[in-house]
């Protein structure tokens, strides 16, 4: 789907923007609240610009089914299941068709430049502006053709255009996405608070999980899709069978191997995921959150592969491998950490050990 829109923004959503990175909102993700001005306005940078074409890819793909070997216990977020080395804008796939736009305008003597040339555009914005979408409560631009699950791009141009007519508002008194999301992270207002989200936590955060959050990722390995999965747009699209044929779902993707995640080295891990999500990530950051969803089972069948990553070569794995094997009765193997040459694999064994005591 394509659209058109005048690449001035209302003032209110300027300020709503900006009054979201005020209050941290974005979980300090640096480019999200980089040169604010030049963001919102970005014919500040580019004088030429008079318009943004958006483009939507839908990707509410079906699943490609679970292989049959391994421990494929985890949930990905559908936008993930795709090999591509950019899980957030899936460039990859869409830069040819935004070269040949390119070119095209070109040769009509028009003016072009794509959002990654220039930098971050605020696409969803753009999104709901062009008409295509309305602002769900998920604070993700919403469709009743495509729902919510679409890849967006923008193409800067020289284009005079005026402002097509808005998309209603279908949300109506529906809050299904507000009311499961399971930690909090949609504020209600169509604003969503990074620092509360799992995808943040699962996909962007180099760090250790905060414990408090564990219970609540539950078996989310990578991202999460529970807003997306109770809105009844996405329900219509995923019947219709509405997705962008360049999309090839991954079962390797979909329902990866925690075993695999676990185990494998650096190398093995990078020729398994070359070119996916996961490769972007890191095989440290999928070990660390497969630990977070094998201590959720409550299931001490996993100790033994939990006791394996205590033994990681990564001080971030081995870190939260502690907390993992307190939660599944492993408070033995924790304190052979308390030894660990690393200060924060130390800190995290104490701390998991401590709160263990006062249980």
Known sequence: MVSWTPIELPDEWKLSYQRWIR??????IGNLGRALEVRLTPNMRFGWAK????LAAPHAYPDPGKPSDGLRIGRVARKFWVREPDPFFLKRLLEPHIEALKDLASQLGLRTR???????LPV????????????????????????TRVTLACLLTDVSVSLPPQHPDRCGSCRRCVSSCPTGALLGDRRVDLNLCISYWTTRHEGLIPVELW??????????DVCQDVCPWNWKAERAG??????????????????NLLTSSEGEFARMYA?????????ARLARNALVLLANTGN?????????????????????????????????EVEGLLRDPDPRVRNEARRALEESDMK
């Open 242 to 259: 509405w997705f962008w044929e360049g999309f090839h779902a991954d079962s390797d993707l979909a329902h990866p191997d925690l075993i």
């Open 23 to 28: 209050e941290r909102r974005h979980a300090g």
């Open 51 to 54: 318009s943004v074409m958006v």
């Open 275 to 283: 070119g996916s999500p996961f490769e972007r990530a890191g095989r």
């Open 215 to 224: 219970s609540s990722i539950g078996d989310w390995l990578f991202g999460c």
């Open 124 to 147: 969803n914005l753009y999104a709901v502006r062009s008409g295509l979408f309305w602002r769900g409560r998920n604070a993700m631009p919403n469709s009743q053709i495509l729902g």
């Open 300 to 332: 001490t069948d996993h100790l033994p592969l939990v006791e394996v990553a205590a033994q990681d070569a990564s001080p971030l794995v081995r870190a939260t491998a502690a907390e993992a094997l307190v939660r599944l009765g492993g408070v033995a």
């Open 114 to 120: 794509d959002y990654v040339d220039q930098g971050p």
